[in-house]
Nanobody, 116 residues
Framework: QVQLVESGGGLVQPGGSLRLSCAASGNIGSIYSMDWYRQAPGKQRELVAAITRHGSTNYVDSVKGRFTISRDNAKNTVYLQMNSLKPEDTAVYYC??????????WGQGTQVTVSS
């Protein structure tokens, strides 16, 4: 099993920055990639950014150039640095651990609100 604990959400003004953290514990070796998703009210959950165990990253087009996903292997933690935030980035952000053999674990979610 894998446990995920997210932190770092909050209220920020447009143009501001936040850094989300996702700390993983448990069977870390079973993880293939760590992903950040978000879900805004009335919308489907969407993949925002992902980083594989090999360090490959990908981003949804709407956040390219503004968000950066990274990881600290020593701390088993993945980060999502979010800059130049926009009101449309407002959502609950979820961390997901995708497993090598299929399946996934999800964190509890953290609210990000971008508003003046």
């Amino acid at each position: 099993q894998v446990q995920l604990v997210e932190s770092g959400g909050g209220l920020v003004q447009p143009g501001g920055s936040l850094r989300l953290s996702c700390a993983a514990s448990g069977n870390i070796g079973s993880i293939y990639s760590m992903d950040w998703y978000r879900q805004a009210p009335g919308k489907q959950r969407e993949l925002v950014a992902a980083i594989t165990r090999h360090g490959s990253t990908n981003y949804v087009d709407s956040v390219k150039g503004r968000f950066t996903i990274s990881r600290d292997n020593a701390k088993n933690t993945v980060y999502l640095q979010m800059n130049s935030l926009k009101p449309e980035d407002t959502a609950v952000y979820y961390c997901k651990a995708a497993l090598l053999l299929g399946g996934a674990y999800w964190g509890q979610g953290t609210q990000v609100t971008v508003s003046s």
